[in-house]
């Protein structure tokens, strides 16, 4: 392991760094006491990629049918995006955004 003064390490830092991609670690030192360690992070971009892993909802992937999202919705829902279990006083609108658009984008229409 290569020893460098921080004083040194400052004025080299873009030739360290590819000393340390060739997979050279180096040992920062200030007045020959050790600070700091240089070394290449594991995984970075240039490797391979792991394959992705069923996530959070992976146990609802043979449960949900296929065409679940693709169902238009019934009255109720479509009421309830228009406010109809809206909080009392609460008049549906946003009153962070001055142009009226549709409930799911952001306020709703008048």
């Known amino acids: 392991m290569t020893v460098i003064r921080v004083l040194e390490a400052d004025t080299e ?32 971009s240039n490797e391979q990629q792991q394959p992705r892993r069923p996530g959070a909802l992976a146990h609802l992937r043979d449960r949900l049918p296929p065409d679940l999202f693709l169902e238009p919705m019934s009255e109720d829902e479509l009421e309830a995006c228009e406010g109809k279990y809206s909080f009392p006083g609460d008049n549906g609108k946003s009153t962070y955004c001055s142009t009226p658009m549709l409930w799911c984008g952001g306020c709703l229409t008048t």
Request: aromatic share 0%; charged share 25%.
């Open 13 to 44: 830092l873009s030739r360290l760094i590819d000393r340390v991609e060739a997979g050279e670690e180096i040992l920062l030192a200030r007045q020959n006491a050790p600070i700091a360690k240089l070394v290449a992070v594991v995984g970075n």
